[in-house]
């Protein structure tokens, strides 16, 4: 909603529904379950054969405070979800005080009268990621609990851009505390490289509940997904960071290898990619978010190799590049010449992962959650928000390459 906000798709009724959007989350945040287990009838209309599926009175009573913004779901009406799930999972609250702090950047968002309620929201969501970014919890997929590097970067994204925005305030205590955090987590994440030192791995096994899971799981498009997130800038947990790098061109092998609909494609289509190794949802196959996600990658590495100033390529980045792109001039790219044909070089991989999107989006534009290895089939759920979201935010993230190359003289 911000991005198109901010290219002018949407007028300032934007602004509206985001501040909707940050009134309703707010209203979420004051659940309380004990209401729910003394109120006593929430399994009145469930059916018998489904009860084993509801949370029990127990649980419910546990979900008040802070711990309301550990919960995965909730229902349409703004209350509590019975049914029994994976929780917590803490990358929402971190994800949603990015969504407010990127939209109070905006100075028309910020001259509301209703800007409080937002400025409320960041408090919550802000100091709960600092109180629990040390927990284990769930990751996005919502099935290994853990410690995640999707979470985690996240959380040390809100916590770095938090503690900005409460500096600007004049919370210079809490500021420092932030800052302290997240170079607490810059150190956790650390943690998540191989053995090898080669690629990020997407989780560490909850200490509590050693994991039995093979160690071809752990690489996963979720390191992906964070680091366009995070948006962070720098070569650490960002486009730039040659682990990270090294992470998509191991996913990329990966889904080229796994799936059929990526053995006989176009020279100028990138792979479908899908989420780890292993994956049996459904089809197990091709997500749009993870394609569109990738293609979004490149297209931030493109504004990122044309925006700086100079660039001095290491040999570790050269075999990323050499890796990715067809060919590579032997100068150092810190001349605007060389910088923009590099960018111009991402710039057009993201491109060929944006035209395997477009074959296999039918003629209505619908975009499911998977379409199938096998032959590009749409399969899963139907009509799936992440997925029109990922093609929203990769193409903006194409318009502000497209700027920044331009602009690389």
Known sequence: ?????????????????????????????????????????????????????????????????????????????????????????????????????RAWRLEAFRQRADLGVAEQLLEVDLDYTFNHWRDACFDLWEEIRGHHYYTRLLQLAALVEGAEWLEQKGDAARSRAFRAAADDISRCLD?????????????????????TIPDTRRLDIAVVLGVIHAARSGDRHGVLDPKVLSTLLRLERLFMSEYKINQDRAADWGPAMGRYCGDVYFSGGAYYFSTLGVA????????????????????ELREMFAGMFDAIP????????????????ALKRGEMFMATVRRYTPPTGELAEQFSRDDGVQTSAKNLAWSYAAFITAHAGRNAASRAIDNCR
């Open 296 to 315: 979004q990658f490149y297209y931030l590495l493109a504004e990122s190799l044309a925006r700086l100033p100079a660039i001095e390529i290491s040999l």
């Open 1 to 101: 909603m911000r991005g198109l906000y901010e290219d002018r798709t949407l007028g300032p009724d934007a602004l509206d529904r985001i501040s909707d959007f940050m009134q309703f989350s707010l209203d979420l945040c004051r659940l309380d379950g004990r209401v729910v287990a003394e109120r006593g009838d929430f399994r009145r209309n469930v059916s018998a054969d489904f009860l084993r599926h509801v949370r029990s009175k127990e649980e419910l009573r546990q979900v008040t405070g802070d711990r309301v913004l550990g919960e995965v779901r909730y229902n349409p009406d703004g209350t509590l979800d019975i049914l029994g799930w994976a929780r917590p999972q803490n990358d929402g609250p971190a994800l949603r005080a990015l969504t407010a702090l």
């Open 330 to 345: 032997g100068q150092a790219f810190n001349t605007p010449g060389g910088r923009r044909k590099l960018a111009e070089a």
């Open 191 to 211: 943690a998540h490289l191989d053995k090898d030192a080669s690629f990020y791995r997407a989780f560490l096994s909850d200490l509590v509940q050693p994991s």
